[in-house]
């Protein structure tokens, strides 16, 4: 019998490796992914995913009061995603190949592309749209691809930062105007193509 989150949550607090290897096993795909995003290269999201469930396990203790364990982990995940960012601050992201990317996140991508002109067309999208969004300050561009790339609601990404929904709102209606001029000449010029 499968257990629910709250249910591994509770036992893995009591001390209960097999559920903490359980909740690995069920998120670390999707930070993997909300990392990647965010960070833009496999070694980033990685590292990303690697010390989130070591601060959980550090925190365990933290989870007692916890309702939504996601959100504890993404909390956890997109702080650790920005210290990253800070720390190669200046820094341009290597945008990588997808060759690089892990067999299951390939797979997945494979089966989202029709044709070799299709792909090459969505791949150049994404590259504008990830230079874009590496223009934008930490802040914004999280919330940005937790709302629009993640499809996180604004009240849990409230709860993820720890803010006012209002701050949400605004944060991602700036990003949304910013990501709109940087990529208005650049869609212009693809469109009269």
């Given at each position: 019998?499968?257990?629910?989150?709250?249910?591994l949550v509770e036992d893995f607090v009591k001390g209960d490796e097999a559920a903490f290897t359980e909740l690995v096993s069920r998120f670390q795909k999707k930070i993997y992914t909300l990392a990647h995003h965010f960070l833009g290269n496999?070694?980033?999201?990685?590292?990303v995913v690697q010390e989130t469930f070591v601060r959980?396990?550090?925190?365990?203790?933290?989870?007692?009061?916890?309702?939504?364990?996601?959100?504890?982990?993404v909390r956890i995940a997109t702080n650790y995603a920005i210290d990253l960012l800070r720390k190669r601050k200046g820094h341009r992201s290597i945008s990588e190949d997808t060759a690089s990317l892990p067999g299951e996140?390939?797979?997945?991508?494979?089966r989202r592309v029709t044709t070799p002109s299709q792909m090459f067309e969505r791949k150049?999208?994404?590259?504008?749209?990830?230079?874009?969004?590496?223009?934008?300050?930490?802040?914004q561009r999280l919330t940005a691809v937790l709302h629009d790339i993640e499809g996180y609601?604004?009240?849990?990404?409230?709860?993820?930062?720890?803010?006012?929904?209002?701050?949400?709102?605004?944060?991602?209606?700036?990003?949304?105007?910013?990501?709109?001029?940087?990529?208005?000449?650049?869609?212009?010029?693809k469109e009269q193509k």
């Amino acid at each position: 019998m499968n257990k629910t989150i709250p249910e591994l949550v509770e036992d893995f607090v009591k001390g209960d490796e097999a559920a903490f290897t359980e909740l690995v096993s069920r998120f670390q795909k999707k930070i993997y992914t909300l990392a990647h995003h965010f960070l833009g290269n496999h070694l980033d999201a990685d590292e990303v995913v690697q010390e989130t469930f070591v601060r959980v396990y550090k925190k365990r203790e933290d989870l007692k009061d916890v309702n939504y364990f996601s959100t504890f982990l993404v909390r956890i995940a997109t702080n650790y995603a920005i210290d990253l960012l800070r720390k190669r601050k200046g820094h341009r992201s290597i945008s990588e190949d997808t060759a690089s990317l892990p067999g299951e996140v390939q797979l997945d991508l494979s089966r989202r592309v029709t044709t070799p002109s299709q792909m090459f067309e969505r791949k150049r999208l994404m590259d504008e749209i990830n230079r874009a969004l590496d223009l934008l300050p930490p802040k914004q561009r999280l919330t940005a691809v937790l709302h629009d790339i993640e499809g996180y609601s604004k009240p849990e990404i409230a709860e993820i930062f720890n803010c006012p929904q209002a701050t949400v709102r605004s944060n991602l209606h700036i990003a949304r105007m910013k990501l709109r001029k940087i990529l208005r000449p650049r869609l212009r010029l693809k469109e009269q193509k």
